[in-house]
């Protein structure tokens, strides 16, 4: 299966902006990866940000976006908050299962 | 309330086997699929097995593969991990949820101890 890949750990300053992307080792990531971008804070349970690339759930802050950018899938993050700071991962989806990328730690410092 | 909850996870020899169950209330069961997803201690998320609504199709990540089987109940609202031939590799929480385009529900995790 593929292996999806996300930076380790970044930092974005209160109010900054941050994007976090997400690659396939299969080649560019499209809309029919489906890609889905969670959060997990410590002792938690992911939470969906993003659906199908850029879509929103109610509960999703205004201030994350979901897009494709270049050959990849891509989290913005646009005037961080001390509350934005957790673990991001995306998955993606393929014809024989899902792969979640390895986790971005995002710091807001 | 809205909620799934796993069970059945516990401490087991390499090679034994477990039954993980989730349990769905407050929800329109028969219309998600369910994946199930592990967490080893500190490591990231890994995506292991996926059945669609009506369970016409099942995936489950190759490691797992021959060992594992998923199954659900749509009757009792309930979703299986049969897990054979365990390693020390497949320790880890594991959460059974659903998420798509109009859900997004996790249990709280059942935790598997692979160790002799």
């Known amino acids: 299966q593929a292996v999806v890949t996300q930076e380790p750990s970044l930092t974005v300053s209160p109010g900054g902006t941050v994007t976090l992307t997400c690659g396939s080792s299969t080649g560019a990531v499209t809309s029919g990866h489906y890609p889905y971008w969670f959060q997990q804070k410590p002792g938690q349970a992911p939470r969906t940000l993003i659906y199908?690339?850029?879509g929103k759930h109610s509960w999703t802050p205004a201030r994350f976006s979901g897009s494709l950018l270049g050959a990849k899938a891509a989290l913005t993050l646009s005037g961080a908050r001390p509350e934005d700071e957790a673990e991001y991962y995306c998955?993606?989806?393929?014809?024989?299962?899902?792969?979640f990328g390895g986790g971005t730690k995002l710091t807001v410092l | 309330e809205e909620q799934l909850v796993e069970s059945g996870g516990g401490l087991v020899k390499p090679g034994g086997s477990l039954r993980l169950s989730c349990a769905a209330s407050g929800i329109t069961f028969n219309r998600y699929n369910i994946h199930w997803v592990r967490q080893a201690p500190g490591k990231g998320l890994e995506w292991v097995s996926s059945i669609t609504s009506d369970s016409n199709y099942i995936t489950y990540r190759d490691s797992v593969k021959g060992r594992f089987t998923i199954s659900r109940d749509n009757v009792k609202n309930s979703v299986s991990l049969q897990m054979n031939s365990l390693r020390a590799e497949d320790a880890a929480v594991y959460y059974c949820?659903?998420?798509?385009?109009?859900?997004?529900?996790w249990g709280q995790g059942t935790l598997v101890t692979v160790s002799s």
């Open positions: 949820a659903t998420f798509s385009t109009v859900s997004d529900y």
């Open positions: 998955l993606l989806a393929y014809s024989d299962g899902r792969v």
């Open positions: 199908d690339t850029s």
